[in-house]
């Protein structure tokens, strides 16, 4: 699939998001991050890029705030549990880069972790391109200074709760609890902070392929499933004891297998977020004005970035699905329409002997004459093929192409079926 991921991109993008769903294998996970996020095409039209922002001195300002991160992240990972080890050195060479990269934008603290774990998974070249791609395309604005797309999209959480569990969301109103109390870190790390370890590669494999829909789907059932009955609310009386229990989710819930099953039987789509958001958004200009920070819009994972990005990639090359040998020629590209079964018996059977035979009856073989009179289909055993004479030179490469373009359509229809 990498290695043809133009095609199946464009033509089996369904198969992909079930993949995905099903989990990216370790050994292929930072490849295919690559390429959903888009960071591999981005690299490709920047070469070069990155090692000129590694050189480059930074911004003091910066620096100083990223380096007091650093031992922060993941502390109990080999990567990162020295100081001044490889796995911190590549975190600030990336996180300093983005500050060049985008200097009216420059370093959240909620970025580092997200950068770790792009870490895990590949080079530091790698890493930081599919974190401007994260920061760019999937979160645009959440990372800036006056957070104000991530409040907007605590509002939108909010009233998509109260269709997912009216209960919650009615607990959470009478409460007062805002938003941002809770839901903040979940969406800015991307609850790299949050879920088990295997849960976290399990969301990102989904976030990276389906966009920001999955990060709601997760809060919304995390928040369903802690404060969804009476019976959980009896323990959260007060503003405390609810943010105390968002704080320390019960561990089944956050297990991988009923995470990833709830998450995906969810039906909270695109198209609900953004009729909420342009909601929310009004709402915003009404109440606070226009926003600050202009955001570029926010792409729905990797299908909506490639689309959006059609004349900066090359055209798709779909590879053969049957190799044939050099010597045997290719079938003719604008072939025509296939004929049905028995015609394409006939039309050879004409070609061979000049004048339309009587086709024989099933099982019975065509006589061959001296002068090749006729051919016997290629369904029908012959009774006496020793005394077959060879069909007319002229007709031998065209029946040759048409065998290979039945061959080569067999074979996709049988890569079709079993993709």
Request: one cysteine or more; aromatic letters at 8%.
């Amino acid at each position: 699939m990498l290695n043809n991921w133009d095609k199946w991109m464009a033509k089996k993008h369904k198969k992909i998001r079930l993949r995905c769903q099903k989990g990216i294998p370790p050994s292929l996970r930072g490849r295919a991050w690559q390429y959903l996020s888009g960071g591999k095409v981005k690299l490709q039209q920047n070469p070069g890029k990155f090692d000129e922002l590694d050189m480059s001195p930074g911004d003091p300002k910066w620096l100083d705030v990223i380096e007091r991160d650093l031992h922060r992240q993941f502390p109990f990972h080999e990567m990162f549990v020295s100081r001044g080890g490889h796995g911190q050195q590549d975190l600030f060479r990336v996180l300093k880069a983005y500050t060049l990269y985008r200097p009216e934008e420059g370093y959240c603290q909620a970025q580092a972790p997200i950068a770790a774990v792009l870490l895990m998974h590949m080079p530091a070249e790698q890493a930081f391109w599919c974190l401007v791609q994260i920061c760019e395309k999937y979160l645009p604005g959440y990372y800036s200074e006056k957070l104000e797309a991530i409040q907007l999209d605590g509002e939108i959480l909010f009233s998509l709760l109260q269709k997912v569990s009216p209960v919650a969301h009615k607990h959470l109103s009478r409460q007062k609890i805002d938003p941002l109390l809770y839901m903040t870190e979940w969406f800015m790390c991307a609850f790299a902070r949050t879920l088990p370890w295997s849960s976290v590669l399990r969301v990102w494999d989904m976030f990276f392929c389906e966009g920001v829909k999955i990060i709601f789907r997760v809060g919304l059932v995390l928040l369903k499933h802690a404060l969804g009955s009476p019976e959980k609310l009896k323990a959260c009386q007060g503003q405390y004891e609810t943010i105390e229990q968002l704080r320390s989710l019960n561990p089944k819930i956050m297990q991988e297998a009923f995470l990833v099953q709830e998450v995906v039987e969810l039906p909270i789509t695109e198209r609900q977020i953004e009729r909420e958001h342009l909601i929310q958004l009004r709402r915003w200009q009404e109440t606070r004005g226009e926003l600050q920070c202009r955001s570029p819009p926010r792409l729905h994972g990797a299908k909506a970035i490639l689309d959006a990005e059609p004349s900066l990639r090359g055209a798709l090359q779909p590879s053969p699905s049957i190799r044939l040998p050099p010597d045997v020629p290719l079938p003719s590209s604008k072939a025509k329409p296939k004929p049905p079964k028995q015609a394409q018996k006939e039309q050879k059977r004409t070609k061979a002997s000049g004048h339309l035979d009587k086709l024989p009856a099933p099982g019975q073989a065509t006589a061959v004459t001296a002068g090749g009179d006729a051919c016997a289909p290629q369904d029908v055993t012959l009774k006496n093929p020793a005394s077959q004479d060879p069909a007319p030179q002229d007709s031998a490469p065209q029946d040759l192409a048409h065998h290979c373009s039945q061959e080569s359509l067999t074979s996709q229809d049988s890569e079709d079926t079993y993709l």
